[in-house]
């Protein structure tokens, strides 16, 4: 499935190019604009080493995520999209996501949390269209307020866990980079001057700057993965959490 803004990625031709990648793999924090984007790669190399030991599928039919942060105080809205590394194919969990409230108990931190998670359930051939190239990726897309996320010390690659699961096996993703892929500026174009020709000086249609701001941003991800490094570190070890609104608990590995 195409992803949405794929239709408007023709405006681009009529955008200055504001917006940029940076690699936050290593940051405690990042700052989110609304249209700004956090990317994870998901690699399934231990979930396939695994299910061919087990005879399954070795392409997961299952994916959920946990993502961690300090307390969130203003209102967050999130599109969450699973990508293959080429961006020829996508899906989308569901609805909106927002963060619900939760404790965390670890090892260099205790305390109130904010969680975001969702899951996504796969068709056997959509997963091999979305890990059969190379490792797929996660996008947190903010479409509400601007808000900063993560949760010191712990890296942004820290704080999100994943897990791939399928024929009756779970395990944890050992996730590749991060990065940050920032949204264009909507003001591209300069304010006309008083004694400029009006008939040169391009109107600022403002509807038209926030779609292709959304078709650059689409843009912009298709060449992230050459990008995103790809550390040793893994997610969070032997560290809990739990959901303030319910009793579900979890171990992030």
């Known amino acids: 499935m195409a992803y949405r803004w794929c239709g408007l990625a023709v405006i681009l031709v009529a955008l200055p190019l504001g917006a940029g990648t940076i690699n936050v793999s290593a940051q405690v924090a990042a ?49 969450v999209v699973l990508e293959s590394g080429d961006d020829s194919v996508s899906a989308v969990f569901g609805t909106m996501l927002s963060f619900v409230p939760g404790t965390f108990q670890g090892s260099r931190y205790n305390g109130s949390v904010s969680v975001l998670e969702g899951s996504l359930q796969l068709s056997e051939t959509l997963s091999q269209q979305l890990f059969g190239g190379s490792a797929a990726v996660l996008m947190l897309l903010n479409t509400g307020p601007a808000l900063t996320v993560g949760l010191p010390p712990y890296t942004l ?30 003001g591209g174009f300069a304010p006309m001057d008083s004694g400029s020709d009006p008939t040169s000086t391009p109107e600022p249609y403002s509807g038209v700057l926030l779609a292709g ?18 550390g040793a570190e893994g997610p969070l070890q032997r560290d809990s959490y739990k959901l303030a609104a319910g009793s579900h608990s979890s171990l992030l590995k």
């Not at 231990?46 to 070795?58: E, H, S």
């Not at 096996?169 to 892929?181: E, M, N, P, W, Y």
């Not at 701001?213 to 790809?230: C, E, I, M, P, T």
């Open 31 to 79: 700052l989110l604009d609304t249209g700004d984007a956090l990317l994870f790669t998901v690699p399934s190399s231990n979930f396939g080493i695994d299910a061919r030991n087990y005879g399954i599928p070795v392409y997961p039919t299952a994916v959920e995520f946990t993502f961690v942060s300090d307390p969130v105080a203003s209102p967050a809205q999130f599109e």
């Open 157 to 186: 690659r820290q704080d999100m866990n994943v897990s791939l699961g399928g024929g009756g096996l779970s395990v944890g993703a050992q996730l590749g980079g991060v990065s940050l892929v920032e949204a264009p500026p909507l």
């Open 213 to 230: 701001g959304g078709a650059l941003l689409w843009a912009l991800a298709r060449v992230r993965q050459s990008k995103l490094s790809h």
